[in-house]
């Protein structure tokens, strides 16, 4: 699963930084880190003109998924890794999925960018830490799309 993993992640990482080339300026007011507080770090992603970005019904359906599993999830290690290995699952059925495009489809594979290590540390660590920190992550999500 780790090789696989990985490769989806260079994949992503490749169409953000493809996806990012050529567009115009964009203004600091339309960017904010996912999960900035949780994690110091991750892209800046901006709205599409102060309004969410639209996403299609596969890929809400998922988010929505994966909010309603890490809903008062609670601190022990083991359920936190299982939980850790069912979001990797849907974000795995997220990307067999996707049908988007243009710039919806790239400020989805920023946050992707930054939400798929972090899931997968969580399916490794258990941690309540990365359990905080997906949980941000996902919070933060509704912020950016619709």
């Not at 102060?50 to 996403?55: I, P, S, V």
């Not at 008062?72 to 059925?93: S, V």
Request: aromatic share 4%; proline share 3%; net charge negative.
């Amino acid at each position: 699963m780790r090789g696989r993993r990985a490769t989806a992640l260079v994949l992503v990482s490749m169409l953000v930084w493809a996806c990012g080339e050529g567009h115009g300026p964009h203004h600091a007011e339309d960017h904010e880190a996912p999960g900035h507080g949780a994690t110091g770090e991750g892209p800046g992603l901006r709205l599409d003109d102060g309004q969410r970005w639209e996403m299609d019904g596969h890929t809400r359906s998922l988010f929505a998924k994966m909010a309603k599993r890490v809903e008062g999830k609670g601190h022990n290690i083991e359920t936190a890794k299982k939980l850790g290995l069912a979001l990797d699952a849907d974000i795995d059925e997220l990307i067999r999925g996707c049908t988007m495009t243009g710039d919806a489809h790239g400020e989805l594979h920023k946050f992707l960018v930054v939400l798929m290590p972090a899931v997968e540390e969580l399916a490794s660590s258990g941690g309540e830490g990365k359990l905080a920190v997906v949980r941000d992550l996902l919070d933060s999500y509704p912020r950016f799309f619709e």
